[in-house]
């Protein structure tokens, strides 16, 4: 079974910092990796498709980048209101979400 | 506009079933599959299992086999996860999902919380 390893687990930064999250595949993916945001009380919102297609709508501070084991999803200037926990998800096999990393503001 | 709308708060014995809707609207239905995702006080995101609503082809996760069931009804747009022999570990958020070839979850209902207590 692919295992995903998605790190840290939190973070602390301030405003206008540049955030970077990571994701590792235990095999290789492809490409076949997303990215989602959840807020407190709310369904996750897919930010990230296939990698590094940023889903219309979400603004361009977002983005994905990687493909066959390592990824990576970065916020390059981080703003009050993406406080919040992020998630990977594969699907080269059957959808798994990594363990998600939560963004504070320092 | 897209969105999936689901049924209420639940609260059930341990042993018993709940079956929670998901009911769809703003888009072809039969054009997309359905996954379900929970999610427990605190935890992560748990994929259990997507439903096409073109033919009704499932997948389960392994963990949930025997004990899930999805359906859909295309007459009224609406997809149905049902979980019996209930454990105090199903208490959770159980989130619907529109899956973009079935895998690409790009709208999601509004959670359903289901608490599993004696």
């Known amino acids: 079974d692919i295992q995903m390893t998605q790190s840290p687990s939190s973070l602390s930064a301030s405003v206008g910092d540049r955030v970077t999250i990571t994701c590792q595949a235990s095999q290789d993916i492809s490409n076949y990796l997303n990215w989602y945001q959840q807020k407190p009380g709310k369904a996750p919102k897919l930010l990230i498709y296939?990698?590094?297609n940023l889903e219309t709508g979400v603004p361009s501070r977002f983005s994905g980048s990687g493909s066959g084991t390592d990824f990576t999803f970065t916020i390059s200037s981080l703003q009050p209101e993406d406080i919040a926990t992020y998630y990977c998800?594969?699907?080269?096999?059957?959808?798994?979400f990594g363990g998600g990393t939560k963004v504070e503001i320092k | 506009q897209v969105q999936l709308v689901q049924s209420g708060a639940e609260v059930k014995k341990p042993g018993a079933s709940v079956k929670v809707s998901c009911k769809a609207s703003g888009y072809t239905f039969t054009s997309y599959g359905i996954s379900w995702v929970r999610q427990a006080p605190g935890q992560g995101l748990e994929w259990m299992g997507w439903i096409s609503a073109y033919n009704g082809n499932t997948n389960y996760a392994q963990k949930l086999q025997g004990r899930v069931t999805m359906t859909t009804d295309t007459s009224t747009s609406t997809a149905y996860m049902e979980l019996r022999s209930l454990r105090s570990d199903d208490t959770a958020v159980y989130y619907c999902?529109?899956?973009?070839?079935?895998?690409?979850?790009?709208?999601w209902g509004q959670g359903t919380l289901v608490t599993v207590s004696s």
């Open positions: 999902a529109r899956g973009r070839q079935l895998v690409v979850f790009d709208y």
């Open positions: 998800q594969q699907y080269d096999n059957l959808p798994l």
């Open positions: 296939d990698a590094s």
